[in-house]
């Protein structure tokens, strides 16, 4: 019976003209100018700060279903934010960008959102450039991991992640403060 699989010589024949071609198209590449980029890895420390109520609300309930009610964990809401980041957990620490998006319970059952949003930087180095942060939150768990999909400016091509632990959550004042461990690559 004739098979239709290439040899383990013929594979490695191929391979091996594979990466010969590639090392002369960026050897050319190089001699055109275009300068090899090096990763960069960045740590950033934040804390995000949110006031549920009150005048001065971050957060805003713009949809939610008939049965929204019916679930402790508000399955079905929908909730945008601009909610503040700032440098330390005080509330009057500085603030360094906003987080702004949406906020979404999407389990019936458990505490935990679909989050997406951008932090844009309003301060410092990282001045107008922002972060994507798309992922699951389950707000109680003592820590959780939000991924870091893309980034702009100085965070262009950023990939990474956040290590989120609440630090106040106030229900009286509405207040909740939650440190930000970021770590991101990028160009
Ligand atoms: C940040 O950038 C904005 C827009 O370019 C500018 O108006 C603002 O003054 C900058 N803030 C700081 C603290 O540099
Ligand atoms: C965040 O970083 C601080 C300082 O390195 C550390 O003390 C803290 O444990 C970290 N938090 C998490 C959730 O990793």
């Given at each position: 019976?004739?098979?239709?699989?290439?040899?383990?010589?013929?594979?490695?024949?191929?391979?091996?003209?594979?990466?010969?071609?590639v090392t002369f198209a960026?050897?050319?590449?190089?001699?055109?100018?275009?300068?090899?980029?090096?990763?960069?890895?960045?740590?950033?420390q934040?804390?995000?700060?949110e006031l549920n109520f009150g005048p001065?609300?971050?957060?805003?309930?713009?949809a939610q279903a008939p049965t929204?009610?019916?679930?402790?964990?508000?399955?079905?809401?929908?909730?945008?934010?601009?909610?503040?980041?700032?440098?330390?957990?005080?509330?009057?620490s500085r603030l360094v960008g906003r987080f702004q998006g949406v906020f979404v319970p999407a389990s019936q059952t458990e505490f935990a959102a679909l989050a997406?949003?951008?932090v844009v930087f309003v301060d410092g180095t990282y001045n107008g450039s922002s972060l994507t942060i798309l992922g699951r939150n389950s707000i109680f768990a003592t820590v959780r991991e939000m991924p870091i999909v893309g980034g702009s400016g100085h965070f262009r091509l950023a990939r990474g992640y956040a290590l989120l632990k609440t630090?106040?959550?106030?229900?009286?004042?509405?207040?909740?403060?939650v440190q930000y461990n970021v770590t991101v690559v990028h160009y």
């Open positions: 019976m004739a098979s239709s699989a290439p040899s383990p010589a013929t594979s490695l024949r191929v391979l091996f003209f594979f990466l010969l071609i960026s050897g050319e590449a190089g001699d055109y100018g275009l300068h090899p980029r090096t990763e960069k890895t960045t740590h950033l934040l804390y995000f700060h001065d609300a971050t957060v805003i309930r713009v929204t009610d019916k679930f402790v964990t508000a399955f079905g809401a929908v909730n945008i934010v601009d909610d503040m980041m700032k440098a330390g957990p005080d509330t009057t997406m949003a951008n630090r106040v959550n106030d229900p009286n004042t509405g207040l909740v403060i």
